[in-house]
């Protein structure tokens, strides 16, 4: 079975500046992708980025990037130039090709940003 | 619609009742998945169609719990006979093939008292 752990409860950083949130995960196949979503206030979980296990370059979306370590099974999200607007839950996901055939969820990231 | 559209938002109801919550996915994504978030915590499976059928339902976590897409569009999550640890915001997903990630809706959130 998947396990994805993501052992920062609560995160803070200063507007402006950058901060990196952890996620680790174990499994014992080789084709999956990793998700990054964002919960607001709102409920709506939103994608943010998304990397393919067999690639080897880390995916990056404007201000978001990851670390993609694949041999230590880490998996970290990088926030740029922090907005207020990137306040929010942060959750790192798994998903197997060949096995269950759903998103393996963590238990997610307190971020918030302060003006 | 453009997004995922779950309904109602919000739901009170009380101890024994039944409930029904309504997804409509996005038009065209074949794969709906329903998921459940406790206070606090990751979103947790509860079952995935593919089309009409069932693919998984391995989630729900008893027989108070059953979901039907019966046209492959909307999906209906039911709780019978609900319960106060049933309270928790369900979300509904659609995704239009592997890898893809999921789009989600803004969930119902259910309290039962």
């Known amino acids: 079975a998947q396990t994805v752990t993501q052992s920062q409860p609560e995160m803070s950083v200063q507007e402006a500046e950058t901060v990196t949130l952890s996620c680790t995960y174990d499994t014992s196949e080789n084709n999956y992708y990793l998700f990054w979503y964002k919960q607001p206030p709102s409920r709506q979980m939103i994608l943010v980025i998304r990397q393919e296990a067999y690639k080897q370059q880390n995916a990056t979306e404007n201000r978001f990037s990851v670390n993609f370590q694949k041999a230590a099974k880490s998996f970290s999200l990088k926030i740029s130039d922090s907005q207020l607007g990137d306040t929010a839950m942060y959750f790192c996901?798994?998903?197997?090709?060949?096995?269950?055939?759903?998103?393996?969820f963590g238990t997610g990231t307190r971020l918030t940003v302060i003006p | 619609g453009a997004g995922v559209s779950q309904t109602p938002s919000n739901k009170v109801t009380e101890k024994g009742k039944y409930v029904e919550l309504r997804c409509d996915p996005i038009?065209?994504?074949?794969?709906l998945y329903w998921y459940r978030q406790s206070l606090g915590q990751g979103p947790e499976f509860l079952i995935y169609f593919q089309g009409t059928g069932a693919a998984d339902d391995s989630g729900l976590p008893n027989d108070r719990f059953f979901a039907v897409r019966p046209e492959g569009s909307v999906s209906t999550l039911k709780i019978q006979r609900t319960e106060r640890g049933d309270s928790a915001v369900y979300l509904c997903a659609s995704s239009p093939g592997i890898g893809y990630g999921y789009t989600f809706g803004s969930g119902t959130r259910l309290t039962v008292v």
């Open positions: 038009s065209g994504h074949t794969a």
């Open positions: 996901a798994f998903f197997s090709v060949a096995g269950a055939n759903n998103l393996f």
